[in-house]
């Protein structure tokens, strides 16, 4: 009884099944989908090669320090970066002195608390600090960017798919929209403070480019600050605070590695051994 009882219910779902898949086949021929304007014009990551990629990766610091000061000089106006404390710029190279003074000259200040009143007040980051965020909060954030919220850089290369490589692409994608999107899908056009960028997802983004042109920075080393260069640059940076400890964590899985190969030759031979003198 409890056979056929079984056997009834799972043909009822195989028959419920099939009936779905009818359903949804008949749909899709009688009413195919429509192509969007995210499917049509939308692009993957540029491909982007850095020092930290693959197995045996590593920062390059000197590409990093012009990352933060990209990031500090442009993108520190709008985007916080939370996770950061600025004693941990020294991973970057900068010596104790040189992160006082970064901190020291932060265009924002950190939140406090008046000892004297017990009021809320601000004051000079210190090294211990997290690098305070250009806004008070979310509606202040939200007032100063046409109702838009910047995001929080600190793992914006873990949040967004692509990585690194899709931050370089957006931040080297801004551009006119095409004329055949404005023939195919007028709606899709960029409204008032929208503008066109192919690598964003749904193409039209609020941020307005932010490195529009060559020589926003000058670079201490020497390096021409290009709108590409400055993207690369400020992409492995977010790469760091993304991963601090990237490198260690390469250098502590070749180890393991290391490990158990010359475990498991050592085993093999154990067994070799011992069962060296019993026959099959």
């Not at 960029?190 to 066109?196: E, T």
Request: a negative charge.
């Amino acid at each position: 009884m409890i056979r056929i009882g079984a056997f009834l219910v799972g043909l009822f779902f195989s028959g419920w099944l099939i009936v779905s898949f009818g359903v949804g086949a008949v749909a899709y021929v009688s009413e195919p989908p429509q192509e969007t304007a995210e499917h049509a014009f939308h692009l993957e990551p540029k491909k982007l090669s850095l020092a930290s990629d693959g197995p045996m990766g590593k920062f390059d610091r000197q590409q990093l320090q012009r990352g933060f000061q990209v990031y500090k000089e442009v993108c520190s106006a709008c985007h916080s970066m939370r996770l950061v404390s600025f004693r941990n710029l020294a991973e970057l190279g900068y010596t104790e002195d040189e992160v006082k003074a970064i901190a020291a000259n932060w265009p924002a200040q950190t939140p406090s608390i008046d000892p004297a009143t017990g009021e809320a007040t601000t004051r000079k980051p210190l090294p211990a600090d997290y690098i305070p965020s250009p806004h008070a909060n979310e509606t202040a954030a939200r007032a100063a960017n046409n109702n838009a919220l910047p995001p929080d850089l600190s793992l914006i290369t873990k949040a967004r798919h692509g990585g690194a490589p899709y931050v370089y692409s957006l931040l080297t994608g801004y551009q006119e929209p095409p004329a055949e999107l404005a023939k195919r899908f007028p709606d899709a056009m960029p409204g008032p403070g929208l503008n066109y960028n192919p690598y964003f997802a749904n193409l039209n983004i609020a941020m307005a480019n932010p490195l529009g042109s060559d020589g926003i920075v000058t670079y201490s080393d020497g390096t021409n600050a290009t709108t590409d260069q400055m993207a690369k640059d400020v992409s492995a940076f977010l790469v760091w605070t993304a991963e601090p400890t990237l490198e260690k964590r390469h250098q502590t899985g070749w180890a393991v590695l290391i490990f158990l190969i010359i475990a498991t030759g050592l085993g093999y031979m154990a067994y070799r051994n011992v069962w060296a003198g019993v026959k099959h």
